[in-house]
T-cell receptor, first 114, second 112 residues
Framework: NAGVTQTPKFQVLKTGQSMTLQCAQDMNHEYMSWYRQDPGMGLRLIHYSVGAGITDQGEVPNGYNVSRSTTEDFPLRLLSAAPSQTSVYFC?????????????FGNGTRLTVT | EDKVVQSPLSLVVHEGDTVTLNCSYEVTNFRSLLWYKQEKKAPTFLFMLTSSGIEKKSGRLSSILDKKELFSILNITATQTGDSAIYLCAVDSGGGADGLTFGKGTHLIIQP
């Protein structure tokens, strides 16, 4: 059981470049989300989805797009990378939101924007 | 605004010691409190607490919630070097998005 799989593990971008962080889960979870983790800031929610075809913004959505065409996949797109987007990105999924079921996290993508 | 505060932010102890990590919260509509352990990669789930005064236990780790005083503690007894990690506390308030508000974490280092 692979759980939540994120690719790539590491990425270096130049300012202005775009890229997509991939996230896939094989647990048939309805709920998926993207977080970024910065030193001293904890985990902050970027975007989330409660099911295929449904996405919404979290706490820090600017500069990021998401889509959810299937239950399994939830890619995160950086439209025009900026140094402020240097961070570790985690994808997470659960059967339902919050109290119904805890989040399962992927291993993260460490992104550096120069 | 929902707030979760963890203390201490970092802690260094020796193997065999017992540690207590703290998590206090201010949220508008509490539903549950969750503890995660984060080593080098993904946070992994430890406990979910919804009822006050009921201890959750797993091996050397235990946690309890006080909904009146709005805090939770995570205890680790007979610590081992493998317990070194960042411990994250999150509160589900059910409001907007996924309703989860994370604290900044406690970085625990166990010295041999």
């Amino acid at each position: 059981n692979a759980g939540v799989t994120q690719t790539p593990k590491f990425q270096v971008l130049k300012t202005g470049q775009s890229m997509t962080l991939q996230c896939a889960q094989d647990m048939n979870h309805e709920y998926m989300s993207w977080y970024r983790q910065d030193p001293g800031m904890g985990l902050r929610l970027i975007h989330y989805s409660v099911g295929a075809g449904i996405t919404d913004q979290g706490e820090v959505p600017n500069g990021y797009n998401v889509s959810r065409s299937t239950t399994e996949d939830f890619p995160l797109r950086l439209l025009s990378a900026a140094p402020s987007q240097t961070s570790v990105y985690f994808c997470a999924s659960s059967m339902g939101q919050g109290y119904r079921s805890p989040l399962h996290f992927g291993n993260g993508t460490r992104l550096t924007v120069t | 605004e929902d707030k979760v505060v963890q203390s201490p932010l970092s802690l260094v102890v020796h193997e065999g010691d017992t540690v207590t990590l703290n998590c206090s919260y201010e949220v508008t509509n509490f539903r549950s409190l969750l503890w995660y352990k984060q080593e080098k990669k993904a946070p992994t789930f430890l406990f979910m607490l919804t009822s006050s005064g009921i201890e959750k236990k797993s091996g050397r780790l235990s946690s309890i919630l006080d909904k009146k005083e709005l805090f939770s503690i995570l205890n680790i007894t007979a610590t081992q070097t493998g317990d070194s990690a960042i411990y994250l506390c999150a509160v589900d308030s059910g409001g907007g998005a996924d309703g989860l508000t994370f604290g900044k974490g406690t970085h625990l280092i166990i010295q041999p």
